[in-house]
């Protein structure tokens, strides 16, 4: 068949048209749509309205439509934002250890994240971790640097906000974690009670019952124990304050090591005053012996409020999942110099 002959056929066809003319013989043709292009397009109706069924997708006055469909997660998992990846409706089933939840773009990143041939192995070692001893997990080289990997991430995340990226701490602010000295106790136990439930940093003002001269008096004492001052008869009226009126003993003396020796208290949080560590008043950058005495003078007298001091700790259990606190527990443990049984910053 030649290319006239095809030209003719189709100049002889005949062929609906609209009625539309334009310029004398411009029309427009009336064909129907090719039959595949009808099932796409019926096709992408009918996928609109299951899509609409299953996920969520139209907005309302109070929130969106939420959808049908849900994925199923371990336990509740906390946003950024600190509220619970859980719907209202899934409350009471919070405690369990698989939860559905309704499918959003976070829920299936976090199930695909559960799910994974690595999440399903680092869940072999979190359930590992969890079944060993403090003694089982200290002991086991390969234990220790699972936990040190996943527990750095944590603290990245979680914890340098207030103790730095190193874990250096800021005087006056937050502990460094990276000396061997605890206040709350260093042990791997203590260690994972503090981060659970958080800790508040208190201490009661030397001025409601201390004169100036008395609260001078004890400061100098005080810089004694460290080895910051010369004793002398003022330091030796600060120490009967000090186990008397004062009744600062009855926090910085440990009664299960020496009565005598103000080398702090981790049931109270209360800080050794024998080192050369200081938190809140940084005695170190002070040269002479008045200048050490003028600095903490307003420690001993003010004493220090948790709410006004940013000696607040908050609480982790709500965010973090007993696997991660053990886990960011190792971590800091081992930033200590896993020596911490028998110290107390």
Request: charged share 25%; proline share 6%; aromatic share 8%.
């Amino acid at each position: 068949m030649s290319e006239n002959t095809n030209k003719k056929d189709l100049n002889n066809a005949e062929v609906e048209t609209t009625g539309h003319v334009w310029d004398g013989d411009l029309q427009e043709y009336n064909n129907p749509l090719p039959r595949w292009w009808l099932y796409a397009f019926y096709g992408t109706i009918i996928f609109a309205i299951g899509y609409w069924i299953l996920f969520p997708t139209w907005p309302m006055a109070n929130g969106y439509t939420k959808g049908i469909y849900k994925v199923e997660i371990e336990r509740p998992v906390v946003q950024q934002s600190g509220d619970l990846l859980v719907d209202v409706e899934d409350a009471d089933n919070a405690q369990m250890e698989r939860v559905k939840v309704h499918w959003t773009t976070r829920t299936r990143l976090v199930n695909e994240l559960q799910s994974s041939p690595e999440a399903l192995k680092r869940h072999e070692h979190f359930s590992e971790l969890m079944a060993k001893t403090e003694e089982e997990i200290i002991n086991d080289p390969n234990m220790i640097k699972f936990a040190e990997n996943a527990g750095k991430t944590l603290f990245v995340d979680n914890c340098a906000t207030c103790h730095g990226p190193q874990a250096q701490g800021i005087v006056g602010l937050y502990p460094n974690l990276n000396d061997d000295n605890w206040l709350w106790g260093g042990s791997l136990a203590q260690i994972e009670e503090t981060i659970t439930k958080g800790r508040r940093g208190n201490m009661p003002a030397g001025k409601l019952t201390m004169t100036p001269q008395e609260i001078e008096d004890v400061a100098k004492y005080t810089l004694t124990l460290s080895n910051n001052y010369t004793p002398d008869e003022a330091t030796s009226r600060g120490e009967e304050l000090f186990f008397g009126k004062g009744a600062c003993f009855t926090c910085h003396v440990d009664f299960t090591k020496d009565p005598r020796k103000a080398q702090g208290n981790p049931l109270l949080g209360a800080p050794n005053l024998t080192d050369q560590i200081w938190e809140i008043v940084d005695i170190n950058s002070k040269e002479t012996p008045e200048e050490k005495v003028a600095a903490i003078i307003p420690q001993i007298r003010d004493g220090v409020d948790p709410n006004t001091t940013n000696r607040v700790m908050p609480a982790w259990e709500s965010r973090l999942s007993p696997e991660q606190i053990r886990a960011l527990a190792v971590y800091v443990h081992q930033l200590g110099g896993n020596s911490a049984e028998e110290s107390n910053q």
